[in-house]
């Protein structure tokens, strides 16, 4: 499990901002579980964690609502992630510049840095990617139905 916290919540249990909206009409086990499976927690330890049995939570899953909080909380962990990531990406790069000049290099830092710089590498071609498919969603969902230019 991760050591996300989910964002705070008002008076009323709402998260705050915008995706306070998104949350209308769940209940309280649901958006924890939104947020536990935002951040990768097995269903079967989710449902432990919720009281709930498994079977529940597939159902919850496959609502539309419960499916897109799910997607949208995933792509903000994501975001910060890539940020993070990207700080430590500038940081380790001057280590290892720095490094570079230094007579006796620690192989430790530098292992730790490459890692940092490929992980930073990588979230950013993701990132890429997620974008990609939603302009392709995008083009698709405009579209005309195939269907509807069909003749019977």
């Known amino acids: 499990m991760s050591d996300e916290k989910p964002l705070p919540a008002d008076k009323n249990g709402q998260a705050d901002g915008d995706e ?19 951040t990768g927690t097995s269903m079967e330890d989710s449902a432990r964690e919720l009281g709930v049995c498994a079977r529940t939570l597939r159902r919850w899953k496959r609502r539309p609502d419960v499916a897109l ?4 909380r995933t792509t903000e962990s994501m975001a910060l992630a890539r940020a993070t990531l990207a700080a430590g990406a500038n940081r380790a ?17 530098i292992v730790a840095c490459k890692a940092i710089i490929e992980n930073a590498t990588k979230l950013g071609d993701v990132a890429e990617l997620v974008e990609q498919v939603r302009e392709l969603r995008a083009t698709i969902a405009a579209l005309p139905s195939a269907q509807s230019h069909r003749r019977y």
């Open 20 to 38: 306070a909206d998104e949350l209308d009409g769940l209940l309280p086990l649901q958006r924890r579980f939104i947020d536990l499976s935002a």
């Open 69 to 72: 909080a799910i997607r949208n």
């Open 93 to 109: 790069a001057r280590a290892l510049d720095e490094l570079a000049t230094d007579a006796t290099p620690d192989h430790a830092r």
